[in-house]
């Protein structure tokens, strides 16, 4: 189902957090989407988020949003745990979707729902920042100019909004494994999927996690050995970091300070001038780079871009799931394995 270049993607939205809110605008922004339809499991809830957001058709029912011919595509930004049924419904039923990381917490889900979107002939994406900025690509140039690299350290510590409730007793979703979450899949996966993209599957795999009551993770780390070098990720809810990371090569370094954005990269070489490689742009912009490209393929269909995106996608669920299994992080769905 391709849409015509000069035809308006009428978009759904599944949840009405922050993000979703932040998705909306970065989308209205790239003039490729307008806001059809919200989805909410209470009335209130959708009336209250469809008024917020200038969204004119509220659902309470997935499957009558899924089924319905009032929208074309679908951001999804439920938690964790209901992406995969809710991808499948809307790819079943022709649906384009934008999903919010990680699509899924194994990667033969991901394969899975893949290979439906495929059957369908619609576009499945993973919505992960990093991925779709313009100055992407000025990372990889650095990383060749300073090469060979020996040392990568991708680091996303932030302290959680949420945990302060956590606490306090209060139940959260994002320290619920139950809800197949926590540090790892939250914010882990953001220093993953760079270290894939510019190195490849690694040859060997460590990880520990620290674990808060209930079982979720609040930090960990994982370190992956290649042949030539280490490539250190670490991660946490519980704690900010201001080091950021950083790739060292033998001619220079870059700094990474938000590894989510790559803003603030900085390229040193030896006996040069620092280099900056990206500026500030706001959340929404971010997320509008994201959109485009989801607009983009819609419209024009899949390319090669699409399909390397998409078999990264795998890559990264495959060893988010290997770390899991060397840290000691389960979630209920891993029992039937």
């Known amino acids: 189902m391709q849409q015509k270049e000069n035809e308006t993607i009428r ?10 809110c932040e998705m909306i605008r970065g989308a209205k922004s790239t003039g ?3 806001l059809s339809a919200v989805y909410s499991r209470t009335k209130d809830r959708a009336e209250s988020f469809a008024l917020e957001q200038g969204a004119p058709h509220i659902f309470t029912d997935l499957y009558e949003m899924a089924t319905s011919p009032l929208l074309d595509a679908v951001y999804i930004a439920s938690p964790n745990v209901c992406h995969v049924e809710q991808c ?3 790819l079943q039923n022709g649906k384009h979707v934008l999903c919010e990381k990680p699509l899924a917490a194994r990667g033969q889900e991901v394969m899975e729902l893949q290979k439906l ?3 369908k002939g619609v576009i499945f994406m993973e919505a992960i920042m990093m991925m779709h900025l313009p100055w992407r690509d000025k990372l990889r140039r650095a990383v060749q100019q300073i090469g060979p690299i020996s040392l990568a350290k991708f680091d996303f510590c932030q302290y959680s909004s949420k945990y302060d409730g956590f606490l306090q007793g209060r139940h959260q979703n994002i320290f619920d494994p139950a809800m197949e ?17 510019l190195f490849g599957e690694p040859v060997g795999v460590t990880a520990a996690a620290n674990f808060l009551p209930g079982g979720a993770d609040g930090s960990g780390t994982a370190t992956l050995l290649y042949p030539d070098k280490l490539v250190v990720l670490t991660y946490s809810k519980t704690g900010a970091s201001h080091t950021g990371g950083e790739i060292v090569g033998e001619k220079g370094t870059v700094y990474l300070p938000a ?7 900085t390229l040193y070489r030896r006996g040069k001038e620092p280099e900056y490689l990206s500026g500030q742009e706001e959340k929404y912009r971010l997320m509008g780079h994201e959109a485009r490209q989801f607009a ?4 024009e269909g899949p390319d090669e871009a699409y399909e390397e995106a998409s078999h990264l996608s795998v890559q990264v669920a495959l060893l988010l799931h290997q770390i899991r299994r060397i840290a000691g992080i389960r979630f209920t769905g891993d029992e039937s394995e």
Request: proline share 2%.
């Open 181 to 197: 979450t926590g540090a790892l899949m939250d914010l882990g996966i953001y220093t993953v999927y760079p270290a894939l993209w």
């Open 296 to 299: 983009r393929w819609i419209k």
């Open 88 to 90: 499948r419904c809307f």
């Open 11 to 20: 978009l759904g939205v599944v949840g009405s957090g922050w993000i979703a």
């Open 259 to 265: 590894i989510s954005s790559l803003l603030g990269m």
């Open 117 to 119: 979107a495929r059957e």
């Open 32 to 34: 490729d989407f307008t």
